[in-house]
T-cell receptor, first 115, second 112 residues
Framework: EPEVTQTPSHQVTQMGQEVILRCVPI?????FYWYRQILGQKVEFLVS????????KSEIFDDQFSVERPDGSNFTLKIRSTKLEDSAMYFC?????????????FGEGSRLTVL | AQKVTQAQTEISVVEKEDVTLDCVYE???????LFWYKQPPSGELVFLIR??????QNEISGRYSWNFQKSTSSFNFTITASQVVDSAVYFC?????????FGTGTSLTVIP
């Protein structure tokens, strides 16, 4: 069964360092998303991406964050200068489209720990 | 205001008991979608069910059943004859347009 894959599964970094989280969405999906979940809290929307551009983003997704689809298969989330509060599980998701086909398929998450 | 409210933070049941997880949502859209996801201790999010706003028919899938009531803006999830493997955090979510809103989750512990 096709699945969304994410790397790394866990990354530990020092505050102020840049981090890139990688995702390979399901191959025929057109919409891509990043969500985050601070430990023990709810899943929060960060950004959605369609047709090589951001379609929506939340207040959390400030100038420190950027997304890219560099090569038609990978979908990356970059955090430019990490802060302690960026420590969370980051989930990538993809969907075929909107409407009836719009359910999200999530990757297994990348746990980011900022020290 | 919360778009999706899961009032039960934690629930513990003994194996083989039935358990219902509550979900109340808020939206002004006439077309929307509701979902339940399971997050086991390993951390991944597993899709369980999608329901659109025009389909209030209840659904049963094995030991799982869902009760969608537009009149009360609720989309409750019942696990019948619970098993230890059902222990997880369960998230209800609302999809409006292209954005998902998750509830805070209900942590279910099934005691053997």
């Amino acid at each position: 069964e096709p699945e969304v894959t994410q790397t790394p599964s866990h990354q530990v970094t020092q505050m102020g360092q840049e981090v890139i989280l990688r995702c390979v969405p399901i191959s025929n999906h057109l919409y891509f998303y990043w969500y985050r979940q601070i430990l023990g809290q709810k899943v929060e929307f960060l950004v959605s991406f369609y047709n090589n551009e951001i379609s929506e983003k939340s207040e959390i997704f400030d100038d420190q964050f950027s997304v890219e689809r560099p090569d038609g298969s990978n979908f990356t989330l970059k955090i430019r200068s990490t802060k302690l509060e960026d420590s969370a599980m980051y989930f990538c998701a993809s969907s075929v489209g909107l409407g009836r086909t719009g359910e999200l398929f999530f990757g297994e998450g990348s746990r980011l720990t900022v020290l | 205001a919360q778009k999706v409210t899961q009032a039960q933070t934690e629930i513990s049941v003994v194996e083989k008991e039935d358990v219902t997880l509550d979900c109340v949502y808020e939206t002004r859209d006439t077309t929307y979608y509701l979902f339940w996801y399971k997050q086991p201790p390993s951390g991944e999010l597993v899709f369980l069910i999608r329901r659109n706003s025009f389909d209030e028919q209840n659904e049963i899938s094995g030991r799982y059943s869902w009760n969608f009531q537009k009149s009360t803006s609720s989309f409750n999830f019942t696990i019948t004859a619970s098993q230890v493997v059902d222990s997880a955090v369960y998230f209800c979510a609302l999809k409006e347009g292209n954005q998902f809103y998750f509830g805070t989750g209900t942590s279910l512990t099934v005691i053997p």
